[in-house]
């Protein structure tokens, strides 16, 4: 597990779009040997790609895989679920 956090954001301007979305490195959360958790929030959270004409709403990763399942929600125009090599460290 890489404790990477992975976000996507996306615009809406209504039931039949247009959308427009990217999904970001936003940050890490660790776990010390004494089991404390930390989450550590990016400054300046890298873009890992943008994805016009689409309003991603969720991002999964795949255990022991490099893939990110990505979930849009595109209202009226229908959904979508696509595979991107977003995960891993």
């Known amino acids: 597990m890489s404790g990477r956090i992975i976000v996507s954001s996306a615009s809406d ?3 039949d779009g ?10 890490r959360v660790t776990v010390s040997a004494a089991g404390q958790v930390r989450i550590t929030l990016a400054a300046h959270p890298a873009v890992l790609g943008t994805f016009p004409r689409y309003k991603i709403e969720a991002v999964e990763c ?3 895989s490099a893939d990110a ?5 595109d209202e009226n125009l229908g ?6 090599p977003f995960c891993g460290s």
Request: net charge negative; charged share 20%.
């Open 18 to 27: 247009p959308f427009d979305s990217a999904v970001s490195d936003a940050g």
């Open 13 to 15: 301007a209504g039931d």
């Open 79 to 84: 959904g979508y679920v696509r595979a991107m």
């Open 62 to 64: 795949l255990p022991g």
């Open 69 to 73: 399942l990505l979930g849009t929600d």
